[in-house]
């Protein structure tokens, strides 16, 4: 495969340490890429999960290796901290060596829209309707990853590709829908507020591109789940990239998954 050039690419929630993180996919997308600029749109390493227990294979320390690496390929490379590696937001306005923090930042796209680029985590406030409904939330969100594993692992075995049947089930959620649409709506208010033409996040896993009134609202998704990127051409115009859907790993899912999901698997 021919390596694809672009302009600009925004990568969030990959959440290196996590059992459920395709290092793998990401790793095929950044040696089949050239890039100029990459937005690192936070969780790109889960302390959250590491804290609980450490893990870190041979794949994801490829790929850590990798990111690091891309600023001597001559790829600007910005990263902005999300709520799984929060430690790192302190560090906002410096570098680490040749790697950019910010905890929010402001892309102008080759047609001119001034877009904010941040996390999300900061309208967790705004989104979320009590611990209660968040606890719920987090079980029954762990409980689709459990299931994703092994759905994946068995499609494998059959030769099948990797389909997220976590983000099919989600998406016909209605409580699920209605958390989306409230973050989306909290993302744009503070976005528009402060006179930008959109807004590029992650954080909830759900890559999305939304154009209303001329004001754009762009998820770059994640890579447990979906393996997207947002991704910015030559010209300006802005896509969505799944990578799962354009190149097969076919040792994705070689270990069997675990055999009970565990409630510090979180990743939202």
Known sequence: MVKKHYKTVWLSDIHLGC???????????????????????????????MSKQFRWPKAHNNLFHKLLSLPSQGTRVIYLPGNHDEPIQKYDGMHFGDIE??????????????LL??????????VCLGSLHSWIGDVLYDFLLFMN?????????????YWSLASYIKSRLKGAGNAIARYRNACVETAKKQGFDGV????????????????????????????????????????????????????????????????DSKVA
Request: net charge negative; hydrophobic share 35%; glycine share 8%.
């Open 101 to 114: 923090i910010h905890r929010s930042y402001t892309h102008v796209t080759e047609q001119g829209k001034k």
């Open 117 to 126: 680029i941040l996390h999300g985590d900061q309208f967790d406030q705004q």
């Open 200 to 263: 590029v996040c992650g954080h909830i896993h759900h890559p999305e591109i939304v154009e209303e009134a001329g004001f754009l609202y762009l998820n770059d998704g994640d890579w447990v789940e979906n393996c997207s990127a947002l991704a910015e051409s030559s010209t300006g115009e802005l896509s969505l990239v799944y990578w799962s859907q354009i190149k097969q790993i076919d040792n994705l899912v070689s270990i069997v998954p675990e055999q009970t999901p565990k409630k």
């Open 19 to 49: 059992k459920d993180c395709k290092a793998e996919y990401l790793l095929d997308f950044l040696g089949h890429s050239e890039i100029e600029t990459l937005y690192l749109v936070g969780d790109i390493v889960d302390m959250w999960a």
């Open 149 to 161: 594993r092994w759905y994946n692992w068995g499609r494998v075995k059959a030769g099948r590709p």
